[in-house]
């Protein structure tokens, strides 16, 4: 639990004002980088709470399957009774609709509870206990409104979400400062159910720990409380504990924050098992980038499968902040985190999220615990996260889907237009399948793919405006700002001015390293094919620009070379200066 988020709930939830039946929530908007998700729940009253979203692909569902159902964290201050909403799909995300509702039935004081918090879904792949493949167990943290104690309970339903049957207590603690928070499920090696949660009841030896505890027969009972992440230091939190598995035979890996550190920053551990994670007093490897972003505060992490035999890990985490300054990054709410998961210690690298997450109200607690998944075919990722709905009010739910750092990737911007981009600077916007830049001022650029990316070729048609200066692709982007060449990475650029095809280096300053002029000019009004490919070698970095004029057959051609192979990875990217310019059909391949 992050302890400054959360106790600070109850200023930010209000009366929960519930929605049951099956109302459907058509998207709203295009989901893109600078833009907002498809909405799954909007709020209905002033002060609703909603964080902390969950969602779930059913696959062992024979009647149901590919259902998409999600659920999310809701509290009602003002005492009364709350029920957690089951959202469900079965169109891949186009539309959403309420399929059930869960509620506390026990009786008793405090009962039924005010607080449903932290809920999380699991599919049991196959028979687990009494209970068949496909059975989904809901387990959520119950808080009634005296805050007295946090309990661990569980629903299971047999028929793909429409009904529930109330399960069980897993675990109880105590109220704050000795509670338990944050359930999670996962099979280990053996088929056997770990629930990982974050544990205050050893406070004050361990402010808060990481453990988990075991069930053999489908959660009907479990086995002792198992520590995987305790500090030596008492004042240290780990916690918000989320478990991925690398492929159907791969490692695991855990990914926590580590609070009463700066900004909760988020660590991962790996384990071979799903059970065992090594000294408890390890507190594993922090995932920070090689251009300085790291994550925190409440990571989520998943695989996902980028080919027939490949694929890597993403992480979402609320916030992104700078190792130099340790304030928010340029791209907070904006970015997800990827590795191949062969080493931890290493560098991880970070792409663009399919959407950013708006925090436009004070009342809404953006991007608090954001989900990810595999979205379907190979490198998509779909984020589900709270966001603003305007400028008051509390959080809505979105998603949003976009192909995540993964080669070949192609960009048309058609349905989901500037899904999985990032702007800096500039106004960029997406229009019958043409990404435009309409700011005739400044230095303005859009980024995607992966700062992992190293040998590739980048191509795209591209116009130029009535005044602009020069436009064109960037390659092997890393640590971008806002401002001219305010990166690090290659260019290569159409200059109508002085008419010519120029390569150069930027990092945060600008070099040309080489220059040629096209004959009969660069025609403004015309759809050029541009390209840049970058590959090293023994020598350098080897660049080479191709350049289509028009509709013609013709293909000019300028190489250029870094002998110091100054920028070994990056994302590639889209610029202008001083002008207005479009873009379409982006492809990015690697480097044969």
Request: proline fraction near 6%.
């Amino acid at each position: 639990m992050t302890m400054s988020l959360n106790l600070s709930r109850t200023v930010l939830v209000g009366i929960a004002v519930l929605v049951v039946g099956a109302v459907t929530v058509l998207g709203a908007g295009r989901a893109g980088a600078d833009a907002g998700g498809e909405l799954i729940h909007r709020p209905v009253g002033a002060e609703e709470s909603n964080i902390y979203a969950r969602m779930l692909r059913l696959s062992a569902a024979g009647e149901a399957p590919g259902r998409l159902l999600m659920t999310f964290e809701r509290d009602n201050p003002t005492g009364g009774p709350i029920e957690l909403l089951i959202k469900s799909s079965d169109d891949d995300g186009k539309s959403w609709s309420t399929l059930s509702t869960v509620a506390d039935e026990r009786t008793g004081p405090g009962r039924p509870v005010s607080r449903m918090w932290q809920p999380h879904l699991f599919e049991f792949p196959h028979r687990l206990g009494d209970h068949p493949a496909g059975t989904i167990m809901l387990v959520a943290n119950l808080v009634p409104a005296d805050g007295s104690v946090t309990e661990f309970f569980s629903w299971y339903s047999h028929d793909h979400g429409r009904t529930w049957t109330p399960g069980e207590v897993i675990q109880r603690g105590g109220t704050f400062g000795r509670g338990i928070w944050e359930p999670h499920l996962v099979l280990d090696t053996k088929g056997r159910l770990q629930m990982y949660f974050a544990d205050e009841r050893s406070a004050p030896e361990h402010s808060q720990m990481i453990v988990h505890v075991t069930s053999t027969d489908g959660g009907r009972s479990w086995g002792p409380v198992q520590r995987d992440v305790a500090s030596a230091l008492p004042g240290d939190r780990p916690g918000m504990p989320t478990v991925a598995r690398m492929g159907q035979r791969g490692d695991f890996v855990l990914s926590y924050e580590i609070c009463g550190r700066a900004h909760c920053a988020v660590h991962v551990k790996r384990s071979a098992d799903g059970a065992r994670w090594g000294s408890a007093a390890d507190l594993g490897d922090q995932v920070i980038t090689a251009d300085g972003r790291y994550a925190g505060h409440s990571p989520v992490v998943t695989w996902v499968p980028t080919g027939d035999r490949t694929g890597q890990l993403v992480l979402a985490s609320q916030h992104v902040f700078n190792t130099v300054g340790d304030d928010f990054a340029p791209e907070e709410y904006r970015i997800l985190f990827t590795s191949d998961g062969r080493d931890l210690s290493r560098f991880w690298d970070w792409s663009p999220a399919p959407w950013t997450v708006s925090n436009a109200s004070p009342g809404c607690n953006a991007n608090y615990s954001p989900h990810v998944m595999p979205a379907g075919p190979p490198g998509e990722v779909r984020l589900t996260a709270p966001t603003s709905v305007g400028d008051s009010g509390t959080c809505g739910e979105a998603t949003g889907v976009a192909s995540v750092g993964t080669l070949p990737f192609e960009s048309a911007f058609g349905s989901r237009g500037q899904a999985g981009w990032i702007g800096y600077g500039g106004s960029w916007s997406v229009e019958d399948g043409v990404y435009r830049q309409q700011d005739g001022q400044g230095f303005p650029k859009a980024v995607t793919g992966s700062t992992g990316w190293t040998d590739y070729t980048v191509s795209s048609d591209v116009r130029l405006g009535a005044t602009t200066i020069d436009a064109g692709l960037l390659a092997r982007v890393t640590d971008p700002q806002e401002g001219p060449d305010s990166h690090h990475g290659y260019y290569a650029g159409l200059d109508p001015v002085n008419g010519r095809l120029f390569i150069a280096r930027q990092d945060y300053a600008y070099q040309q390293l080489s220059s040629r002029a096209v004959p009969g000019g660069i025609a403004r009004s015309a759809w050029h094919r541009l390209s840049l490919r970058v590959v090293d070698t023994k020598a350098g970095t080897e660049l080479r620009a191709e350049f289509r004029p028009g509709a013609g057959d013709e293909v000019i051609t300028l190489t250029a070379s870094d002998p110091y192979s100054s920028f070994n990875s990056g994302m590639v990217g889209l610029r202008t200066h001083r002008g207005e310019a479009e873009f379409r059909t982006v492809s990015v391949r690697p480097a044969g």
